[in-house]
């Protein structure tokens, strides 16, 4: 059954970047002086369709209100409006046209216009370049149709082989101008539809050699901060965007009253000039005062990013959800966040132990407020009330975000959070650090649980034959089908236990049984065995500019490429962690094992996975370590690898990309893995070849990176 909540108004944006942060900045004080309390729903790209925890926020706790800006796609605003007509709730939508509804929008045409003319009249552009936004976006079609209406009325005909999709995101309308400019160049501006597809913009033209505003002017739109801090400055249009969510949180309150929709507002918009459209004398005067606000600013970033690098590490270092709460708890203030509420949902066990998640249930795993962990309300809530009964009073208050937290398809809790400072990027990094986490170790948890039930299953299997034997003297037929269950029920348990579940290769615990086993078998044989060790240059970077699902793409990539090389029979590729990799070769010299390191870097080559920013290689490129030993029983195994990671070291500060050896009498002064390993290690050359067309990585990341 429905909770009506009368005093809640819920936000649904897809994050909680500028634009959002702005529009809630006017919102929230006219909805707080209307009675109101206010929740961000941020309804990022988890997947196909709309969550189900929105679904059952909006159903069962039936907000006031609802203000709805941009959503990912066009099928997803169409579900989501159905939805609110469906349960009867006033909405006011911003940035969306919707038949019968309020949408509140900036003056696209006037700023446009405006821009145009900047471009046109005041500096005589003829071949104006476009980029795209999203296409189905009102916003992006009202801009593009006034570029084209602008250039017909002076009789400029619009080149379409200029006109590119720039999707609103800096990367993808970094690829798009830099596809443009290796086939042309004769473009005298680039009109980017929004800040950020301007930024990317700027980066190819500057990787291409082109200058601005000398060679190329280039303009924006929304006047984002970044847009000041960009050099030079970017030229772009201010919509006043906490006027707009001042203007649609009152036209909420008004339907909530009774009022009929007032359908389309217009905030009026203006044109900001800088440095990216400036004259050359212009310019130059303005130039010292710019750079002395983009330094400022860049170290206010270098702080927020030592703070972002800070909750890497603690979430790297959880292994537990109780470590990760710890934390989380510990990093919160560093990163700008007053309050933070993180929920898990229930678990239905299954006959096999797996079971699924129950999203209309959950329980609190972190209660943090004004600065300090609090004790933990051990209740389990309905989800729909998004906190526990004694917490209710914490959503009166403030702004309050909402995200729900994934691990592979199914949604297995959520984070509510409340910036008090800080670049609004942060929250971004934060919510993708926390995913990441909850995500391996739940998915751990769940794995350790399976295996257990299956232990359960055998105990009980056991009992159960032993008592039958005792009372009945089953047949032997009976016995043996009992004996089976017991057999697959551990090999199943086996399996589970030494496979890496992202990779489907050995894991470090294989590993380590297989080292130990090859180490006592080439001591009595005194034949010589040898370790790789792998590492993928630049992950962590690779992870922030791709995301995780194509950084886990490129990790199975490249644990493939492993296995293929791993052609001995004893020979056996292993996840050691993270981005690390290790392969075991038994009965391997170092000319065996460098042969087969080098036919790896082919392989990886070949596969050519793209890597704009590494700074090494347009692809993914990986450092290895190599060492080998003949084994005896008085030294520890863990001396080789400690020896083949001092050689990938090595590898890595040598330039990475690279292949290094532990000199072949490593081991005379280490015994029983005790005492350093000499560091008498030497770097293999290897060729590096890079494509005439490898795209450079761009010049500065966007203010969503972080």
Known sequence: MAECSTRLVVVVATGMDEYQTRLLQGAQPVLANGGMSVLAYLNGPLGPGLPKALVNLLCRTRPAGVLLTNVETDSDQREIISLLRTLDIPGVFLGI???????????????????????LDDHGVRRPALVRGIRHQADSVAREQVFRDELAARDIPVDEDLVIDGNFWNDT???????????????????????LSALGTLGALAAAGLRVPEDVLVTGFDNDQVAALNWPGLTSVDQDLPAQGAVAAAQLLAQMDGALPAREIVVPSHLVTRGSTADQAAWARG?????????????????????????????????????????????????????????????????????????????????????????????????????????????????????????????????????????????????????????????NQWLQDHAAQLERIVVRRTQELRAEVEMRRRTEQELQAEVEVRRRAEEELRRSAMQDGLTRIANRAAFQQHLDHHWQRQAESGDELALLMVDVDLFKAYNDHYGHVLGDETLRTVADCLQRVATGPDDLACRYGGEEFVLVLPGSDSGAALAVATAFRELLADAAIPHAISGISATVTASIGVATVRARLDLDPAALVKAADRALYTAKSSGRDGIALADDGWSDGAVDGRGEVPAAVRVIPQPRAAADDETPAPLERSAAEG
């Open 173 to 195: 309308a970094y690829r798009a101008m830099w596809d443009l400019l290796k086939r042309r160049r004769d473009m005298d501006a680039v009109v980017a539809l929004n800040d």
């Open 287 to 443: 130039q010292v005062d710019a750079a002395m606000g983009m330094a400022r600013a860049a170290q206010t970033r270098m702080a927020a990013q030592d703070a972002v690098i800070g909750m890497n590490r603690a979430m790297m270092r959880s292994r537990t959800i109780a470590d990760v709460a710890t934390g989380l708890a510990a990093c919160l203030e560093w990163v700008g966040i007053k309050r933070c509420f993180l929920a898990l949902h229930e678990r239905i066990p299954g006959d096999g132990g797996v079971g699924s998640v129950d999203t209309t249930r959950s329980h609190l795993v972190l209660d943090y407020r004004d600065g300090v962990s609090q004790p933990v309300n051990s209740e389990v809530y309905p989800s729909h009330r998004l906190l526990p009964r004694e917490l209710q009073g914490e959503l009166g208050s403030g702004v309050l975000a909402m995200q729900p937290l994934k691990a592979g398809d199914e949604e297995i809790g959520y984070v509510m959070f409340e910036r008090s400072h800080g670049p609004v990027t942060v929250s971004e990094v934060f919510h993708a650090d926390l995913s990441r986490t909850l995500e391996a170790l739940v998915s």
């Open 97 to 119: 046209d919707s038949p019968d509804a309020t949408s509140v929008h900036g003056d696209n045409v006037t700023g446009m216009r405006a821009l145009m003319a900047h471009l």
